[in-house]
């Protein structure tokens, strides 16, 4: 045996005073009395009738001094040299993936039950003993050195929560060696599920301890879902969905899907073991939102059940329709849901940002900036000539490579009495007839582009062909430049960066160049934003996260009419578990557990924490001792 602090022997010699003062007599003071009959009669019945109480003097300063080397054993902290022969250093990898929130089999979830089999394993060590704990989420981390100091380990795995993304146990054991010196009774312990992927190879290393956590289970989750607009109709949206069934029954279920929380559809689901499903579906909306999506089937994951997208608004598009009158030309124009129509006499000298001004036979001398479609102009610009109409035009090319003229044909549809244009700067032909002459040209303008339609709406049958609608929606979507936008939905733990929105940019401008991104749970950090991009990430929750201005005392509530955008502008980004190594709740057969449990002995206390309870008893047995007078 050996000790920490040996020159605390040194108090030993308190036992010189305790000694000293205990023989050392006190002389009694005279006091006169009327009798001492009293006297004599205690002194009677107070005659010895043990041997113990000769001795009781004798005792009581055996106990004193005996207190004392205990307590002089305590200060000098004695300890085996086992101990530091024995000394270990034990990293543990916890995984706090998703998968860890299923249900273990003794109740509660596999991440509770793992937090007190680590608890366990901390209150198993050693004095010399140290420990490190590292968590294995979407980023691993250290959230303890090594220490042998048990409380601040307690502490530490108390404040770890799980987390919905996937694990990174390898990369948190490569964490683990790194913090392991090159010495005898290292051990790394992963405490896990075993549900990604490798987890059979990892647990077969020499220096790796597995200890298995939960029992397999069936369950359905979403591993896949995106949502944007059609890149065939301005209204359409699509939607990805892939549905797995991660158990070893068939199982009939529903998907629900909703768009901010009105539901859109039910998907009956029919999927057999092992299955795993993906369609797109079509879905028509101008609003924009959150569309998410459900499971209606009780399983042990709830994280992947439910998946979030965020679909784009389609911005209504300004139209001016400058005519005398057509009937067909309006209806058309109204009937589509992102035209908000405007109808005027006069061609106007400016159009509201974003606007298109469509001109039906009046044509100004000068063409207004900006985006114009023109139908059967009746006067040459300074972009065209006019050479008389074609009789009867036929159709010989269309360009089918422009968005222009998708799902658009117009070899059958009489024309007559179109109007033969000449282009007078270089433009582009999107339908020809027979004779060459363009029937329908695109030409470069001003801040956008100027579209030539020269059919007589009023002669030919072409505004009673549903080529006509689908030809004036191509154009408007093709004005706008907002077809098949997506804001892709990310997989939780994944980290990304983000351009950010021009009034976001400016609002970070504002405040440092720093925006907040706030989590699913309410909880905020700063974000900086760099040449208009900021990184993100991991993101470690399901939900919708938002970039947004920071917000502080400082911050007014209403902002300054010079601000160049008001507070309120924001980004949602949804995140999903989209991973199906975490869905699958099934424990591999491939692992074989290798458990063992840190053992200190009795208590895995040190010992001059034993030699100061032994005080302690001592103290109590000179009490009682002293109650029953066999002590004085």
Request: proline share 6%; aromatic share 6%; charged share 20%.
């Amino acid at each position: 045996m050996s000790f920490s602090n040996p020159a605390a022997f040194l108090w030993a010699l308190l036992a010189v005073p305790v000694v000293i003062f205990y023989i050392l007599k006190v002389r009694m003071r005279r006091m006169p009395v009327s009798t001492v009959m009293f006297w004599e009669q205690v002194f009677d019945e107070k005659q010895p009738r043990s041997m113990w109480q000769k001795l009781r003097h004798i005792v009581s300063l055996l106990l004193q001094l005996l207190f004392l080397c205990l307590l002089v054993a305590a200060v000098t902290d004695p300890f085996f040299d086992s101990d530091i022969r024995e000394q270990r250093r034990v990293v543990v990898v916890l995984d706090t993936s998703a998968s860890m929130q299923a249900p273990s089999e003794n109740g509660g979830t596999r991440f509770a039950a793992a937090k007190v089999q680590i608890g366990r394993m901390i209150r198993g060590l050693k004095i010399r003993d140290e420990m490190a704990l590292i968590v294995a989420g979407g980023r691993p981390q250290v959230v303890c050195g090594l220490t042998s100091h048990q409380r601040t380990l307690q502490v530490r795995l108390e404040e770890i929560t799980p987390a919905d993304g996937p694990t990174r146990v390898a990369a948190a054991v490569e964490i683990g060696r790194r913090l392991l010196p090159d010495q005898m009774n290292e051990e790394i312990v992963v405490v896990s599920d075993g549900c990604f992927t490798g987890a059979a190879a990892l647990a077969a290393e020499d220096q790796i301890m597995w200890s298995q956590i939960g029992a397999s289970s069936a369950n359905v989750g979403i591993t896949r879902f995106q949502v944007r607009r059609s890149l065939l109709d301005p209204i359409t949206y699509q939607i990805l969905i892939e549905v797995g069934n991660f158990g070893d029954e068939s199982l009939d279920c529903s998907l629900d899907l909703k768009l901010n929380g009105e539901l859109l559809d039910v998907i009956p689901l029919a999927l057999s073991a092992g299955e795993t499903r993906a369609e797109v579906r079509e879905e028509t909306s101008v609003r924009g939102g959150v569309i998410s999506a459900e499971v209606q089937w009780e399983d042990d994951l709830a994280a992947d059940n439910t998946a979030l997208a965020i679909l784009p608004e389609r911005l209504r598009i300004p139209v001016t329709l400058v005519t005398d009158g057509n009937w067909f030309l309006q209806r058309v124009l109204e009937a589509n849901d992102i035209v908000e129509l405007t109808l005027a006499t006069d061609v106007p000298q400016n159009l509201p940002p974003g606007g298109v001004l469509v001109l039906h036979r009046k044509v100004p001398e000068q063409i207004p900036a900006g985006n114009v479609f023109v139908v059967q102009p009746t006067a040459a610009t300074e972009f065209w000539d006019l050479a008389g109409s074609i009789a009867q035009p036929l159709v010989d090319k269309q360009d089918k490579s422009s968005d222009l003229m998708r799902h658009i044909r117009l070899d059958n549809i009489l024309m007559p009495e179109a109007l033969k244009l000449i282009p007078k700067i270089d433009s582009k032909t999107l339908v020809e007839s027979i004779s060459g002459d363009p029937l329908y040209l695109q030409i470069p303008h001003d801040n956008g582009n100027i579209l030539v339609l020269s059919v007589n709406l009023d002669q030919g049958d072409l505004p009673l062909r549903t080529a006509f609608p689908i030809m004036l929606t191509n154009a408007l979507s093709w004005f706008a430049g907002g077809k098949g936008e997506l804001i892709e939905s990310l997989a939780t733990g994944d980290t990304r960066s983000l351009l950010m929105p021009s009034k976001l940019q400016k609002v970070a401008a504002q405040h440092n160049n720093q925006l907040s991104l706030t989590a699913p749970d309410e909880s905020q950090q700063h974000i900086r934003v760099v040449d208009g991009h900021c990184m993100i990430g991991p993101l470690g929750q399901t939900g919708i996260w938002k970039l947004t201005e920071v917000r502080n005392a400082d911050t007014p509530d209403t902002p300054d009419v010079d601000l160049p955008v008001a507070p309120g502008a924001s980004l949602q980004i949804a995140c999903n578990l989209t991973d199906p190594l975490e869905s699958d709740l099934r424990i591999t057969e491939d692992i074989k557990p290798r458990q063992k449990f840190l053992n200190a002995g009795f208590g895995g206390r040190p010992i001059w924490f034993y030699l100061v309870i032994a005080a302690i008893l001592l103290t109590m047995i000179e009490w009682l001792l002293f109650q029953r007078r066999w002590v004085s």
